[in-house]
């Protein structure tokens, strides 16, 4: 079992709707990172969380440590939305190296 | 530009052959991380420095990889005698030092052995 779960790995929806990527994890982290990468490979780091909730514009980042869960969501979804996101975690030992998740692919219909 | 450059950005080798890539932190980070990422998968970690020093290598899938971070700025990941299985991206990212600072990542290299 890999310790970061993403799902649904493939996400389709129409312009506007409400989108929600959820993570899961199986160990004890400093922090939660949710990246965009787009076709063509660029990573960008969305979010980092130890806590709570952040936004930023659309985007809301929520995590719940004692459950160890985390969700993205996506307010009024765009056609430019459309990358895969990927949930990465910091573990509480060793170094700061990013454990993935595989990934989930949103694809916005305009 | 101020971001996280790689090069080259694409590289094509015969299986066999040695191949270096390089990444070129953002000035002033400490942390520097090498990741690969196959086709339709997540990133995997390779190696970690903290400025010269590799602090930990145990992702690197066998001997025939080794990276280096000199005079801790830029990386150096080579591979030697190529495979097709070492076909993926190969990320590069850099952080200013601590556990909960952002990571920024480069473009990548994509790397298809034949």
């Known amino acids: 079992k890999n310790e970061v779960e993403q799902s649904p790995q493939n996400l389709t929806a129409q312009e506007g709707e409400f989108i929600t990527i959820n993570c899961s994890y199986s160990v004890g982290i400093s922090a939660l990172h949710w990246l965009q990468q787009h076709p063509g490979g660029g990573i960008v780091s969305l979010f980092m969380l130890s806590s709570g909730k952040k936004k930023h514009g659309r985007l809301i980042a929520t995590i719940n440590i004692q459950e160890k869960h985390s969700s993205l969501h996506i307010t009024a979804s765009h056609p430019r939305d459309s990358a895969v996101y990927i949930c990465a975690v910091i573990s509480n030992f060793g170094n700061e190296k990013l454990t993935f998740g595989t990934g989930t692919r949103l694809t916005i219909i305009p | 530009g101020a971001g996280v450059s790689q090069s080259p950005r694409y590289k094509v080798a015969k299986r066999g052959q040695d191949v270096a890539l390089r990444c070129d932190p953002i000035?002033?980070?400490?942390?520097l991380f090498w990741y690969q990422q196959a086709l339709g998968q997540g990133p995997e970690f390779l190696t970690y420095f903290q400025n010269e020093a590799q602090l930990d290598k145990s992702g690197l899938p066998s001997d025939r990889f080794f990276a280096e971070r000199p005079e801790g700025s830029v990386s150096t990941l080579k591979i030697q005698r190529t495979q097709q299985e070492d076909s993926a991206v190969y990320l590069c990212?850099?952080?200013?030092?601590?556990?909960?600072?952002?990571?920024?990542f480069g473009p990548g290299t994509r790397l298809l052995v034949l």
């Open positions: 000035s002033g980070h400490v942390s």
């Open positions: 990212a850099s952080s200013f030092t601590q556990r909960e600072e952002t990571q920024y």
